[in-house]
């Protein structure tokens, strides 16, 4: 089980991994027939939120990538995708590098298309601060980052549970107040720590009203509800940079549009 924390931006697309199996998600993710199991009280797996990419020059990139998205400028894109644009959308890299870098990044982001969401999805990487080391590039950094826990108890916990590990998330900050309902006003029935969570679907009419909540189960069993934006899902992309020279630029995916041709 390995997560990368997302902005509110990009939140709720990456929710539909978040829950996974347990609604019909566009791909990636994939359905499945397996009963929803019952919410059970389990054992808090700490976590330790991600960390700042706290290298020089990288702030003031992510405020140019900022203005770049915001204008959708491509030709300004173009001039900050590295040429060795990768691009791995599940184990392998699939940018064709018979192409300008550009073509590959609007491919796997959804560029084409500037009322689409992908210019949305861009921006929502300029604004996220996040981000760790690419285990196998050198000199890449990939957001949003990722927390840090212990992958054998997160596996023991999804067994315990008999879960997906696509039904936990993590908070986004500690102390996250959690209501009996998804009305603002609902009474709260505990607090979470930093520790993973068990998303919850709700098909409740009231839950489709209040889509700005998600329905978790607590700790102790029970079910209750926080704001959508304040739980990261265990699944998401990754926008990834290196420094050429004295600049950044956008280095690779991780994730993305599904493969043309497959």
Request: aromatic fraction near 6%; include cysteine; charge should be negative.
């Amino acid at each position: 089980m390995r997560t990368s924390r997302l902005t509110p931006t990009i939140l709720a697309a990456a929710t539909f991994m978040l829950i996974g199996a347990l609604a019909a998600p566009p791909a990636p993710a994939q359905p499945t027939s397996l009963p929803l199991a019952a919410p059970l009280a389990y054992k808090p797996v700490p976590i330790k939120l991600p960390q700042p990419i706290k290298e020089a020059g990288f702030e003031a990139f992510l405020k140019q990538l900022a203005g770049i998205a915001a204008k959708k400028d491509r030709p300004a894109l173009a001039r900050i995708v590295a040429q060795g644009f990768f691009w791995v959308p599940e184990d392998k890299d699939v940018a064709d590098k018979k192409k300008p870098a550009i073509e590959n990044l609007s491919t796997a982001l959804g560029l084409e298309d500037r009322d689409g969401p992908g210019w949305d999805l861009l921006t929502g990487y300029a604004a996220e601060p996040t981000g760790g080391a690419h285990p196998e590039r050198k000199g890449v950094f990939c957001a949003p980052g990722e927390p840090a826990f212990d992958d054998k108890a997160a596996e023991e916990l999804a067994t315990a549970t008999q879960t997906d590990p696509s039904e936990w998330g993590y908070p986004t900050v500690d102390g996250i107040e959690v209501r009996s309902g998804p009305e603002p006003t609902s009474a709260v029935v505990e607090k979470l720590g930093l520790h993973l969570v068990r998303a919850y679907p709700d098909d409740s009419p009231a839950s489709a009203v209040h889509g700005d909540m998600i329905r978790i189960v607590t700790p102790s069993g029970k079910l209750g509800f926080i704001s959508l934006d304040l739980l990261s899902p265990l699944v998401s992309e990754q926008l990834c940079y290196v420094k050429e020279g004295n600049a950044w630029k956008i280095a690779g995916v991780i994730g993305g549009n599904v493969v043309p041709g497959q």
